[in-house]
């Protein structure tokens, strides 16, 4: 009888991260992969780099919220 792994039970309580979905034009995806192979890390780590980037340049007083719980940000 075969058994299933069963996946753990994450804790109750605001998530550390979320999920987007997000749709870029296909030469833009191009340029991400080509800057995350250069770089040797995720399309996804690119991604997240620029958004921290730009909240830092757009609202620098948000910046060091973003190490903080969001309730911080409310």
């Known amino acids: 009888m075969a058994t299933t792994a069963k996946r753990p039970t994450q804790p109750k309580g605001e998530p550390k991260t979320l999920r987007a979905s997000v749709s870029f ?3 833009l995806y191009a340029t991400l992969e080509g800057i995350a192979k ?8 690119i991604v997240r780099d620029a958004a921290e980037q ?5 609202w620098p007083i ?10 911080a940000l409310k």
Do not use: I, M, T
């Not at 948000?62 to 309730?71: C, M």
């Open 25 to 27: 034009p296909s030469e």
């Open 38 to 45: 250069e770089k040797k890390v995720s399309v996804a780590w």
């Open 54 to 58: 730009y909240v830092a340049n757009r």
């Open 62 to 71: 948000l910046s060091g919220a973003l190490d903080q719980p969001s309730s």
